[in-house]
């Protein structure tokens, strides 16, 4: 498994922006997919943003135009621009080896490997 450490939350205004960094450590983590998960009170964790060991990135549809996913050598960022109050929740850092046999690149059953998250809370 991989050890993921997230920064980088924290609480700002709706329309404004913050960076999540996610350090990866052992010795699959220049292979794995990395992915930003969220789970806000009372709901499901939910896949935000995936990117594949080769760059290939996949989106959320509430999120998409607003967050990027990229990735440079063991770290994992989220670029999140104009925030709004529902994308308050605890964001977590994730891992997979891939070739899932069902879902997607978005299933949170597809990923081994969680970082202890980040809080990230939008004030309108």
């Given at each position: 498994q991989v050890q993921l450490v997230e920064s980088g939350g924290g609480s700002v205004q709706a329309g404004g922006s913050l960076r999540l960094s996610c350090a990866a450590s052992g010795p699959t983590s220049m292979r794995e997919y990395m992915a930003w998960f969220r789970q806000a009170p009372g709901k499901e964790?939910?896949?935000?943003?995936?990117?594949?060991?080769?760059?290939?990135?996949?989106?959320?549809?509430?999120?998409?135009?607003?967050?990027?996913?990229?990735?440079?050598?063991?770290?994992?960022?989220?670029?999140?621009?104009?925030?709004?109050p529902e994308d308050t929740a605890m964001y977590y850092c994730a891992a997979s080896p891939g070739n899932w046999r069902l879902g997607g690149p978005l299933d949170v059953d597809n990923f081994n490997s969680w970082g202890q998250g980040t809080q990230v809370t939008i004030s309108s």
């Open positions: 964790r939910e896949g935000i943003a995936t990117i594949s060991p080769g760059g290939n990135d996949y989106y959320l549809d509430s999120v998409l135009g607003r967050f990027t996913i990229a990735r440079d050598d063991n770290r994992v960022y989220l670029q999140m621009n104009n925030l709004k």
